[in-house]
């Protein structure tokens, strides 16, 4: 079983709508955890980060921790073309990455 | 407020070869990590500086060391090189006093060992 997981997608979703990236981990021990965003051929970039259970917005986006069930997630409300990148999920202080979910915004 | 900065940009070797890559780390931060990541993967952690000490290691092998100097200024050395090792090369910068050391990246190194 991997540290991290994340569905490699892609995932396509139509401009304007509710974006839905999910993450599992492995660790109980994990205290923190990370969302970044990833354009191709870039480095990866800081959304956001929780480490509290429940829900954590900022703009437009929302994520989502459930440590009793080891999952994480990231919402993306108003989803517009731009948003259209890979996003990461990350966990604990040396950072264990997921593969990633590429994210498809059509207009 | 300067970001994390990286040097250089793209670098090409041939296998057996040895290379530095270079980070400045974002003002106010003390801490380096770096991370390789291959194409369609995720970043892996290769290892952590901090008070001029590697802190943490990945599972990556001895050909891989590095260095913080005192300005908090990191190198990421590769000894003979493989073609394995043709990667995108991610440097972060974090504080050691902030609440769980978030982490954010330079531009990266592209790699190509041929």
């Known amino acids: 079983q991997k540290e991290v997981e994340q569905n490699s997608g892609p995932l396509s979703v139509p401009e304007g709508a509710i974006a839905s990236l999910n993450c599992t981990y492995s660790d109980r021990g994990s205290q923190s955890f990370f969302w970044y965003r990833q354009y191709s051929g870039k480095s990866p970039e800081l959304i956001m980060f929780i480490y509290s259970n429940g829900d954590k917005e900022d703009g437009r986006f929302t994520a989502q921790l459930n440590k009793a069930s080891q999952y994480v997630s990231l919402l993306i409300r108003d989803s517009q073309p731009s948003d259209s990148a890979t996003y990461l999920c990350a966990v604990g202080g040396k950072l264990i990455f997921g593969q990633g979910t590429e994210l498809s915004v059509k207009p | ?114």
Do not use: M
């Open chain 2, 1 to 114: 407020d300067a970001g994390v900065t990286q040097s250089p940009t793209h670098l090409i070797k041939t296998r057996g070869q040895q290379v530095t890559l270079r980070c400045s780390p974002k003002s106010g931060h003390d801490t380096v990590s770096w991370y390789q990541q291959a194409l369609g993967q995720g970043p892996q952690f290769i290892f952590q500086y901090y008070e001029e000490e590697e802190r943490q290691r990945g599972n990556f092998p001895d050909r891989f060391s590095g260095h913080q100097f005192p300005n908090y200024s990191s190198e990421l050395n590769v000894n003979a090189l493989l073609l394995g090792d043709s990667a995108l090369y991610l440097c972060a910068s974090s504080d050691r006093d902030s609440l769980f050391e978030t982490q954010y990246f330079g531009p990266g190194t592209r790699l190509l060992v041929l």
